[in-house]
């Protein structure tokens, strides 16, 4: 049986993004950005410290610039960076990019992932269309003309939209909209004419974008591995964001917890520490019993995707729902156990809760997930 265990070398990149987001990317950065309504949503210079480090190209391969590192490398990478609720674009790019590439371009277009892992090219993936994560309801078309296709439609919560240098985007070139077999991935370029990206400022901090598509030509060349084959690649890929963004949520969570537990230790009331009332302790038992269990399930997920296991699509999808669980726990108790406070903005607390939501929402939310694990158990 596999240990649930980080080897050295895991360990190290773990302490090394520690160390980074720590220092360089402190939770005080990102309100910096958010008080100075940043145009590009992150800083420069720490994203050049961080692709310096390695990150950027941690799950690509050293052929192409990267170190190859793995999932489990990369999920410690995350978790580290939800600690601080850093803003960079290492997931949109580093990870969804990166992968998505991997899984299905030609040579030609992996050529692109020397880019990604030096950082001087950002890529953004544009599948969602409502309100709602729906991968399989694709309304947006792909008409073939001559040797190329003609695209139209729009997408929602793109993930750094506004800064890619490519979009990958999920259009239907036959069938109806939730047809997956006929789903096809395009590498577009937002400055394509008939190519539009508004960015959305969330709550959060993080960067997302509606991307509207009306009548954009684009090449043989631009179609991301298969015509009418873009689904199978594309739920690989999402395994794997989901089983990121529930590292992300992991570390936030447990950031929340260190100092909601922090704090009780310092606030009095009736002459005496909140952290000794028998009741918030359990309260805090309960946080801490719960986020044990998404260490356990996070890292499984990401060890069963490094080894390209059979169940990496249910754990994965595990891992999300379960961290999306805890993380609505763990931050709904942060604020409440910082009494009036938490609902300040004087402390960063609040912070915490506003990354976690979108993030819980971002590629399926908890009931997404949920189903999912039932339907690959055969309910």
Not at 16 to 40: N, T
Not at 108 to 120: C, N, P, R, W, Y
Not at 287 to 314: P, T
Request: charged fraction near 20%.
């Amino acid at each position: 049986m596999q240990k649930l265990v980080l080897t050295e070398e895991q360990q190290m990149l773990k302490d090394a993004a520690q160390g980074l987001f720590g220092e360089q990317a402190p939770v005080s950065q990102l309100r910096k950005l958010r008080d100075d309504k940043d145009p590009l949503g992150y800083v420069p210079e720490f994203w050049n410290q961080a692709v310096e480090l390695g990150l950027a190209g941690t799950l690509i391969p050293e052929s192409h610039g990267g170190s190859e590192f793995g999932h489990v490398g990369m999920g410690q990478v995350m978790e580290e960076g939800g600690r601080t609720l850093a803003a960079s674009p290492l997931f949109a790019s580093g990870v969804l990019g990166a992968c998505a590439l991997i899984l299905a371009g030609n040579d030609s277009q992996k050529e692109t992932l020397k880019g990604i892992a030096d950082g001087s090219h950002l890529t953004a993936l544009a599948i969602d269309e409502t309100g709602r994560h729906q991968p399989l309801r694709v309304t947006t078309k792909a008409e073939a003309q001559g040797d190329g296709f003609v695209l139209n439609g729009s997408k929602t919560f793109v993930v750094d939209g506004h800064i890619a240098n490519t979009l990958i985007v999920s259009a239907c070139t036959s069938g109806g909209e939730r047809d997956e077999s006929g789903i096809t991935l395009f590498l577009v370029d937002p400055k394509a004419e008939g190519v539009t990206v508004e960015r959305t400022i969330f709550p959060d901090g993080r960067n997302y974008a509606k991307v509207q598509l009306q009548n954009v030509a684009v090449g043989a060349d631009a179609v991301l591995g298969q015509k009418d084959q873009g689904a199978k690649p594309l739920q690989k890929l999402l395994d794997i964001g989901s089983a990121h963004l529930a590292a992300e949520l992991l570390g936030l969570s447990s950031e929340a917890f260190d100092r909601t537990v922090a704090y009780m230790k310092e606030r009095k009331q009736f002459g005496v520490y909140i952290s000794s009332f028998q009741a918030l302790q359990h309260r805090a038992a309960q946080m801490w019993s719960e986020l044990e269990q998404v260490k356990s399930i996070v890292l499984k997920a990401f060890m069963a995707l490094d080894a390209d296991d059979e169940q990496a699509s249910l754990l994965a999808s595990a891992a999300k729902a379960k961290a999306s669980q805890v993380a609505e726990l763990v931050t709904n108790e942060g604020v409440q156990l910082h009494g009036g406070m938490g609902m300040t903005d004087e402390y960063d607390i609040g912070l915490f809760m506003k990354r976690a939501r979108p993030v819980q929402l971002l590629l399926g939310d908890f009931r997404y997930h949920a189903d999912r694990v039932a339907s690959l158990k055969g309910f």
